[in-house]
């Protein structure tokens, strides 16, 4: 799909329908005081560009595709890859930039390393379902097929902490937030280094019902909003440090 298809074009007449998963600190919409990162800066950049949206919450494998079949109009948080590329246009401007590591438990954590893939051969890994990682780690697992695939990262965190996965590969931020609110912080922790990806987090919009225009308007917006001291209140909100 290349090009611009003819598409309607989204520039405030309509209601924007988006689709967001439970991914801490970036989107949890079911909490009312911590929506989000994500789900925050998102609402009030289209706030000011005055476009209504409806959101509702899915499973990330679930919410991918919906916006690939043209169910829903865009869908944070999410990584760049080739296949999304494909089906959505990114901003120039992302939201943030995250990384992604490994999580032990802490009696493991002198025990365990990652300093290749061959390190992981007799290992299970949790991942979370349609998490892009790298081809690099997807080609390793399943070539070994030594990964279990779940619909939240809370459930890998549950599987670790009860020994029945070796490693979760998540995000950075995702990780030591969650197993805070799981009262794990104690038993389970991120492996110091090296990280497996670093890159920027983005919203993604249907290439089908979005255009080209408007996405152009929104990463403009964007980038504007996040020189305010209303952006740097809402980073400090989720991650504790002042932008």
Sequence with gaps: MGGCPGT???????????????WLPYEN??????????????????????????????????ALKDVFEV????LYTAFWTEERAYYCYYPDEP???????????????????????????????GVLRGASVTEDFWKFVKEHRNYEEV???????????RGRIDYVVTSYSNGLMLTKEMGLTAKIKPLAAPVIKEDNLYIIFSKKTVSPEFVERFSTALGTFKKTNFYR??????FGLAY
Excluded: C
């Design 29 to 62: 919409i079911s909490n009312q005081q911590a929506p989000g990162f994500g789900t925050e800066v998102i609402s009030q950049v289209l706030k000011e560009m005055k476009v209504e949206t409806e959101t509702r919450q899915f499973p990330w494998a679930r």
């Design 233 to 238: 209140g809402i980073h400090e909100k989720y």
């Design 8 to 22: 309607s074009q989204v520039y405030g007449e309509e209601i924007l329908r988006l689709a967001t998963d439970v």
């Design 71 to 74: 169910n829903r109009d865009a």
């Design 151 to 161: 619909e939240t990262d809370e459930l890998n965190f549950r599987k670790l902490d």
């Design 95 to 125: 939201l943030a930039r995250e990384k992604w590591v490994f999580f032990v438990r802490s009696d493991d954590i002198n025990e365990l390393s990652f300093s290749s893939y061959d390190e992981l051969k007799n290992k299970q890994i």
